[in-house]
């Protein structure tokens, strides 16, 4: 088991006993790109997580970090560090920096950890070493820090230590996730309601492409920009908007002519998923599943063909459940050019899909096809043996 095989690796570097943190991946119903536009979204934790073992180590300077899954060590000064090119320590180190930013005390400590969340497959497994261990040092430390406040702290990390200015949907899914619900999230006021989430007959399957995707050298903080652009054309007829949240598709058209091509198709994917996540709220209300499927497929195709942010990958594996009708919708997931999908799929056809899919990817692709089951569960936790 995970967690024993973390404490057993821990105890056998350090001979010390931690404390277990349990913080897990995400997956989002819909609202993609939408967090850094002030608007709505939609994830779920969810039964992928990292495990972590945490100790202070009696030194009021040194850490030591160990990878256990890629079997690397990392040690580095409380006093003297930096981002490196090196990934994983620099989500960990940007946690450290944060929690010393807002004037906490830390002292020298030793961390293992270990997961089964697929690196790369959109499912935020950095999002979860952030929280992992700014949730563990919170308790060892009695640093006194709200999970709201963690969550936020989270976020700086990832924009300070690894470049990628990314929105507040990950480290919130991670922290404030709960068991059988999805969560709808307000990214303006940071107001949210858990929404249970009952799928009948239904399940929801992840089938990862395995292209592995960069957000930081992919086109991620572009999109940023280009959303920021757009407001900033429409601010001089709309003063009183300060992003794309405060948007409507009758503004943007009214305003057509001042926009390039691009930026207007990005505008418009934000506007129309904003609307998807208020949409699929309802939906989800009604017990509509047939909607929520609707709404999963629409949204693909704004990220295909507006945001463009898909891959060809990705766009045969929705293809694909487009042709069973015992899949009511489908989409990529996360900030895309890789990673996975997500199908909401007849139970009884889960099987058959999946040999379906695997086969007929691989003779695309020549790549092989992930695929697995997801329920939603708790955010960052302590765990015990
Ligand atoms: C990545 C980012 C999130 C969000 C998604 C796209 O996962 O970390 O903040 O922007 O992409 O929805």
Known sequence: ????????????????????????????IIGEHTD??????????????????IAPNGSSRQCRLH?????????????????????????LMGVVSELQLLG?????????????????????SSAALECGLAYGLNVLFDLNISKLQLTRLTQRAEHHFTGVKCGIMDQFASMMGKVEHAIKLD??????????????????????????HSLASSAYNTRRLECDTG???????????????????????AEREAFSEVIFKRCQFVVDENQRVVEIGKALENNDLQAVGRLLFEGHKGLRELYEVSCKELDFLVELAQKGTY????????????????NLIH??????????????????FGKKLSTFKVVCSDGVKMIRL
């Open 1 to 28: 088991m995970l967690k024993s095989r973390v404490a057993e690796q821990f105890y056998e570097l350090y001979s010390n006993d931690p404390i277990l943190i349990k913080a897990p991946g995400r997956i989002n």
């Open 36 to 53: 850094y536009n002030d608007g709505f979204v939609f994830p779920a934790a969810i039964d992928k997580y990292i495990v972590f073992a």
């Open 67 to 91: 990878a256990l899954d890629m079997q690397e060590s990392f040690e580095f000064d409380l006093t003297d560090f930096q981002p490196l090119n090196k990934k994983w320590p620099n989500y």
């Open 104 to 124: 906490k005390k830390i002292q020298g400590f030793d961390c293992v950890f270990s997961g089964n969340i697929p690196i790369g497959g959109g499912l935020s």
């Open 187 to 212: 990214c303006r006021s940071l107001e949210y309601s858990y929404f249970k989430l009952n799928l009948g007959e239904y399940e929801l399957l992840l089938c990862d492409s395995n292209v592995k």
């Open 231 to 253: 407001v900033a054309i429409l601010k001089k007829h709309y003063p009183e908007i300060t992003s794309l949240r405060d948007v409507t598709l009758d503004m943007l058209k």
């Open 327 to 342: 899949i009511l919708g489908a989409r990529m997931m996360g900030g895309g050019f890789g990673g996975c999908t997500i």
């Open 347 to 364: 139970r009884s056809k889960v099987a058959y899909f999946r040999d379906h899919a695997q086969r007929q990817y691989e003779f695309r």
